[in-house]
């Protein structure tokens, strides 16, 4: 039977939102929800710890745990490995704890392939022009580098039509609100229902 | 491709709560939803009106709409029939109307056969010694008529597996938050807001 947890991939062009969104819904629902750690070979970067950000681990081991098949999904970016375990998720899930994970969507293609009970959640700007605004905003990036993440962007925008919602981040708030519901219903489905309320339903039909 | 509007069958069991669950909801969206007016030949209660209610027609004209294969689905209870318009939910739909059909699972699962896309909520009480005290409470029917809807109703609650969404009542203000949500998360699947953004996305990928 599915567990009671659903786990959600949420996928975004950098500068959709995505972040400020799932960490504003967790602040809401930490109780129930969480998002997924991922395993990476790369440095930890200033302020990074080890088992909150990321598990970090080496080379040697990470191979290792993709030779156990112990990942729903990895890649290998600039050279460093990123994956996500299945252990630590089914745990998760199996704790009634939905799951955020963080990739980009061809990490959703492989999570639905896995495990076709996630759900896949995309993160749009409300617009190209302000798209490229929230880029430039970010600091002291090189019109280049501005380019080449409008183009990245547009890139993962192209896969919109794969997932399962689209939840465009216009008005903040309401974007927040898309998501709840988005949850909230998944919670509702008979699958999810028919499990939590077994006694109720025993009850009534006595 | 498909409407903005979703057409959703709820179903209960008399006692769940449903019209007062349905009412509140369209107290706050009824820009956006309502619900579908049935057929029938049943003569007026004191206070129906005619396309308000019910649309009142006799046993030819009815017969008729059969024929023509004019509605979603129909039945005949104690010697009358009761019947649900094809066209006139098509047309709220395509004005990106959400539609409520308020029929039991019978005519829950024609609909769904017809109509794929058109998703069933059931509303279950909380327990069975509160459905009880819910139809005890309504006035003054004799035992035995309470024992009969009593029946009834675990007839109508055997069916609970086959609709989409299960919301419980037990408390009114988590009910209508969980079928405000169903209704909110609808509106952000992929199919809905492709359409809705279509513009959007053309600017995105331009």
Redesign the interface.
Same mark, same amino acid.
């Given at each position: 039977m599915a567990s009671l947890g659903t786990l959600y991939v949420v996928s975004a062009p950098s500068g959709a939102g995505k972040s400020s969104l799932i960490k504003a819904y967790l602040a809401d629902h930490g109780d129930n929800a969480s998002v997924s750690v991922s395993h990476t070979t790369r440095a930890p970067r200033p302020g990074e710890e080890n088992g909150v950000h990321y598990h970090f681990v080496n080379h040697a081991e990470f191979e290792k745990l993709i030779a156990q098949d112990a990942f729903f999904e990895w890649a290998e970016v600039f050279g460093n490995y990123y994956g996500t375990s299945k252990a630590a998720i089914q745990q998760q899930l199996e704790q009634g704890l939905d799951v955020f994970l963080d990739i980009d969507w061809q990490g959703a293609r492989q999570v639905k392939k896995l495990q076709p009970n996630a759900k896949t959640i +995309?993160i /749009?700007?409300?617009?190209?022009a302000e798209?490229l605004s929230r880029l430039q905003k970010r600091g002291q990036d090189s019109d280049e580098v501005i380019a080449k993440r409008m183009q990245e962007a547009?890139s993962e925008?192209?896969h919109? &039509?794969? +997932? &399962?919602?689209?939840?465009?981040n216009d008005d903040f708030a309401q974007a927040l *609100? &898309?998501l !709840? *519901?988005?949850l909230? /219903?998944?919670r509702? !489905?008979?699958q999810k229902? *028919?499990k939590k309320?077994q006694a %109720? +339903?025993s &009850?009534? %039909? *006595?």
């Open positions: +995309f /749009a700007p409300p617009s190209q798209l547009q925008i192209s919109y &039509d794969e +997932f &399962d919602f689209i939840v465009v *609100a &898309d !709840t *519901a988005i909230r /219903a998944q509702c !489905t008979q229902q *028919a309320h %109720l +339903f &009850d009534l %039909l *006595a």
